[in-house]
Each structure stands twice: as C-alpha cells, then as structure tokens.
C-alpha cells in the first residue's frame, strides 16, 4: 500500500534524511508563520524560502502543480469576489462592476500565502513515509488513540474506497444511472453498506487484534518513541527554520 | 490504485466548509487549535469513561474511512451532483468518536488532496465536529420517544443531518466573511452570509433526507451501528 504523498519519500536528500520530530515542528512554525504575514513585502521573501527548500527536497515540479489544482477552486471564487467586493479605490471598470485595488491586493496576499503554506506541507509529508510522520506525532505528544485511529484509518482507506468501486460497477452493469435524484434512496443503500461492511470487518479486526495481545497490560508501545535518534545536523535544521519562522513573525511585528 | 483519481474536483456540498491555508488570520487558526483540543480532550474523556475503550477504536477508525468514502458517492441534483458532508450522520453513528473521527478525515482530506488545510484544520474541525457532537445530542433523543419507530428514527436521522450541515455551514459562514482579510463594510458581510447561508438550504434537506434514510437502513439491517 502507497499513500501517494509518500511516493518520493525514498529519496535521499537533507530534508529526506531530516529527524520527522524537528522537521515536523520545524515546518509547522514556518507554516504558521506564513499564514501570520500580513504584509505584502513579505511575500517575496515567503515565496523564496518555500523555492528554495522546495528545490532542496527534490520533488518533481509537477507533483506539486498536481496538488495544486484541487483547492485552486477556491481560489478562483476568491478570485471572482474579492476584487470586486473589497475596498473602494476603484481601479478601473469591467461594465456595470468597478475592480477595486484593495481587493485585488487581499487576493494576491491570500493567493501567496496558501500556495506557499501549502508548498510546506507538501515538502513536510512528502519528504518522509506516512507512518514515519505519524510515528513522529505520537513521539511529540499525540494521544495514542488518535495516533492509532489515523494508522488504521489509513490502512483501511484503500480497502473501503475498493469496496465502494467494486459496489459501484455492480450497479452499473445492472443498469443502474446514478444522475437522477430518484436515486437518492438507492445511493443511501450503497452508503448504508458501506458503513456495514465497515463495521463488520472491524469486529474481525479487533477480535484479531485481542488475540494478538492488542489492550493486554505489558504490551509493547513505548518502542516507537525511541525509534529516532536526533543529530547535530537535525538540530542545526530546526534553527534554520526557527529562525525563518521568527524574521517572518518579527517584521510583522514591527509592521 | 490509487485515491486520488477518485477525490472530487470539488465537493459541493462542503465547499466552503473546508477553509483553506492562508485565508484565515493566525489568531483565529490558533484559536480554531485551541477550541478543537478542547472538543478533542472531552471526547476522549467521554470514551475513556466507557465500558471498553479500546474496543471501540477499530470500529471508529474504520467507520472513519467508511464516512469519507462514502462522502465521495455522488448524489444528483441534476443537472449537477454533490458530495455531501455527513457530519450529522456520523455523529449518529460514531457517538463521542465523532469529533475525533472528524478531525482525522480532515487531516486526511489536508495532506492528501490539499482540501482544507494544516493550518485551519482546527478550525475546520471545529465548525464541522461540534455540530457532529450536537448532532449525536439530537439523534439519542429518539431513544427517549421510541428507538423502534423507523418513522422517528427517520425524523432524528433528517433532524441530525440536515442541523449538522446547518449548524456548520452558518458557522463557516461567519467566519470567512467577518475574518477574511478583506475590506468589506458590516452590510456587505451581512449580506454575505445570509446569501451563502440561504445558497446551502438545499443542500441542507438533501443531507437530511440521505442521512434519514440511511439512518433507517440502518436500523433495519444493523440496527447496533445506530447506538453511538
């Protein structure tokens, strides 16, 4: 099974080899920072810094612009309502409607900061495996049950989504046509099962994970915290990022 | 195979439930954080306290993939479809495993096609998963009226989707239009939200008629899935 995030994650770059724990918090203040810029001229700088470790990890350009397309919808109506709803220094006229420049510079810093934030998170879990990351989480606090609850949830995502296709090619070489509303109750059958199967399956799953010790006392779980082993270098990363993170949030500041 | 070919272009349902990165000022991101550990410490609070805890993981878990594939069926609304949200269902459901639930699809829904966001998903959770939780609230009230009745569970089931969407899409709503870093004037921002709210009033009964009857689906081929 392949998260198609984590397909470049075998690649042997700095973030690659980075420790998941600092690149994890490393990457998140840098987010965070991002998203807390509200100052044009920071965008520049922005869009450097996610170039440049973008570059560093070494995915492909066009896995990036394939992420991009999707949430780049809404961005389109932001784009479609923001220039002419915002502000009122009128830039020019489109027929009956007036493009005004503060809204136009709302959609270009909103435009910059989700492609950068979003430049971010794909370097941050497409550098590392998925388990890896949430490895990382649970080693940084993650409640157990959370933790466990996305591994499964990934581990069964797949074999759902197959259930769900298998389900609904049946329906159609029975001549089923999904586009009419009157569907709607069969549709929720479809869903019905689904949740079914789910729920059955999970049954199994739990009675063969109690066999297998799962929830018995003395159970193996505190291995995984000391899975990493942090370097030098790893700590140097985190810095690096720190400080990037504090010059975004300090210009800010004195902005 | 993978998933990806499958996730929709756009779920309709839920467009603007699902606050990208970047739209929203850090603040209310940091406070999104804030009100989704909240509502996260007293789920599992309330799970700790069953008979079983553990017991109920596999189960939540792999309902949790189940609602966000099922959340990828599309539903006509010709000449158009949408993917509806589910959240009331799922509070149906999944109980106090619904917020957690909730907030793991999103997360998913963030790395894996860049729907929502790491920086939202607090808030995301939030306007999605305490509605889901309040939805659950509404749908144990047939059990004081007669959990039996497959005509009031329908009745709880279209009370529990249809409010859950609601409650989210008001929610959203208000807070893309007041904290957007835009200029508009108070009119303009109300006005916004009253015609986004009053926009998904047909998604809003489309969700509660699907949730009704699956909810009755339920109860008639695996009515223990209904018991939160």
């Not at chain 1, 999904?178 to 069969?186: A, D, E, R, S, V």
Request: proline share 5%.
């Amino acid at each position: 099974m392949k998260l198609q995030l984590d397909r470049y994650a075998y690649l042997e770059t700095p973030l690659h080899a980075w420790d998941p724990r600092y690149k994890l918090v490393g990457f998140m203040t840098l987010i965070f920072a991002f998203s807390f810029v509200e100052n044009l001229q920071l965008l520049p700088f922005m869009v450097a810094v996610s170039g440049i470790l973008y570059a560093v990890s070494h995915l492909p350009l066009s896995f990036l612009l394939a992420r991009l397309r999707l949430p780049g919808f809404f961005l389109l109506m932001m784009g479609v309502l923001l220039p002419f709803l915002s502000g009122s220094t009128v830039l020019f006229h489109l027929g009956p409607l007036s493009v005004k420049q503060e809204g136009c510079l709302d959609l270009l810093l909103i435009s910059v900061k989700f492609v950068c934030i979003l430049t971010m998170g794909i370097i941050l879990f497409g550098t590392s495996p998925f388990l890896t990351n949430v490895k990382a989480m649970r080693a940084l606090g993650l409640p157990s049950i959370l933790a466990d609850m996305i591994l499964f949830t990934y581990r069964y995502l797949y074999d759902i989504n197959d259930n769900l296709r298998t389900m609904q090619t049946a329906m159609r070489l029975r001549g089923f046509q999904g586009h009419k509303l009157k569907n709607l109750f069969t549709l929720a059958s479809l869903a019905g099962t689904i949740l079914v199967r789910s729920y059955e399956q999970s049954d199994r799953v739990y009675r063969a994970m109690t066999l297998r010790g799962y929830g018995q006392a003395g159970e193996n779980r505190g291995g995984q915290d000391n899975e990493f082993k942090a370097y030098s270098r790893d700590l140097f990363g985190l810095v690096l990022l720190m400080v990037a993170a504090a010059f975004v949030a300090g210009q800010v500041l004195i902005h | 195979m993978g998933i990806d070919r499958y996730s929709p272009v756009f779920q309709e349902g839920e467009k603007l439930m699902h606050i990208p990165d970047g739209v929203l000022p850090t603040t209310v991101c940091l406070g999104g954080y804030i009100t989704a550990g909240a509502a996260t410490w007293f789920s599992l609070r309330k799970i700790s306290r069953q008979e079983n805890p553990r017991e109920g993981m596999p189960k939540a878990s792999l309902l949790t993939a189940a609602f966000l594939v099922v959340s990828w069926i599309h539903i006509p609304i010709p000449p158009a479809s949408v993917h509806l949200m589910l959240n009331g269902l799922l509070g149906a459901v999944l109980g106090y495993y619904a917020f957690p639930a909730i907030l793991i699809g999103l997360f998913f829904q963030a790395i894996m096609f860049q729907h929502g966001g790491l920086t939202t998903l607090g808030v995301n959770a939030t306007v999605i998963g305490v509605p889901a939780l309040l939805a659950y609230y509404i749908f144990r009230l047939r059990n004081m009226v007669g959990k039996e009745n497959r005509v009031l569970t329908g009745l709880f089931g279209f009370l529990a989707g249809g409010g859950g969407l609601a409650l989210s899409a008001v929610a959203a709503f208000f807070i893309l239009v007041t904290t957007i870093p835009a200029h508009l004037n108070v009119e303009a921002e109300r006005a916004s939200i009253y015609a986004l709210t009053l926009a998904h009033i047909p998604v809003m009964i489309l969700e509660g008629v699907f949730t009704a009857v699956v909810a009755v689906f339920l109860q008639r081929v695996k009515p223990e899935l209904l018991e939160g």
